[in-house]
């Protein structure tokens, strides 16, 4: 058990790259941390140097208190997991599991008790003398798991660990990460390209573009107040609706305006809102937050506006509309019961408290 702290780290690779600027990341003990972000964000190298497998260029990194920068990876009791799993092919599954243990030449039955643990908790006991071969992708994504859980480590630490898996598998593997975390009760740090592993998975999501991290914070913040314009659309499926417009005041009113959409702002954004009027921003509205006025029993023609139904997809559960009212086209996640007609005209609500407006130069949410 551990808390790990980066502080200030840079790392920029030969050659120039500057992989991670300047990240500051406090995990506290026994948390699940997800690093987040577009592939090639410096997620993986901020992990790596972590656990010791990448040279930190600038900066400080803590692990329970020990400051490792100078740490070999093997003296960090961390484990990793990797996504190609990393295991031996010519070894069993046994030997795959115990092979660290042996190493730090661990009493046999300590070893063996330790592996029969961790077979339990993963329900891999039948596999024991295969080898990796001889197992699927989720069976030896398991292997890679009891590996690591063997050592007891004080975090653990994976890279991207369901990506080789198919949809279905990625799903239940999920939902085993899950519960393997609050029995083990050891501090995760996890990284993913995902944001819906990221969602399900993480007490905090750090997000990271280019390197930096965009906002740190438990998932519903980063999913209802997000920092800035890249957290909004990177988080959520599908993408927030985004369109550029201006803020208008018309009778003591603000509005957005975009051409011909013109949405009235509730009342409580009005002291933020009121100083860009007339000035160029960004709005945002998730899919959600869009309704079919059929269903909206106190819809006003303030916040209601127009467009044609291109496409419906039925998922069962709930209906997207693909829509366009001209100028823009927009998605809209409504209940099952919606089932506009295609190439249709039909009218659409805007829930006004919900939605979000980023400043066009800096992209920071305003609110
Ligand atoms: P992510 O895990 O978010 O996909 P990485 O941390 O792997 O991103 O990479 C961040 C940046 O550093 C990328 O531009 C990548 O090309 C670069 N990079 C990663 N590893 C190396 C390396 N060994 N040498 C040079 N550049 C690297």
Redesign the pocket.
Known sequence: MAQISVRNVTKV???G?K??DDVNLGIENKEFMVLV??????????LRMIAGLEEITDGKIWIADRLVNDVPAKDRDIAMVFQNYALYPHMTVFENMSFGLRLRRYPKHEIVRRVQEATEILGIKPLLERRPRQLSGGERQRVALGRAIVRKPQAFLFDEPLSNLDAKLRVQMRTEIHKLRLRLQTTFVY?T?DQTEAMTLGDRIAV?KD?KVQQCADPITIYDKPANKFVASFIGSPPINLMQGRIIKKERKYYFEEGKLQVKLVEDMYKVMGPYEGKEIIFGIRAEDIYDKLFVSEASADNTIRAACEVVEPLGSEVYLYLNSGRHTFIARVGAHNRPEVNRDMDLVFDMSKVHFFDRETEKTII
């Open positions: 690779y030969k050659g790259v992989a991670v972000g577009p592939s090639g964000c410096g997620k993986s190298t901020t990284v390209h990271m390197g």
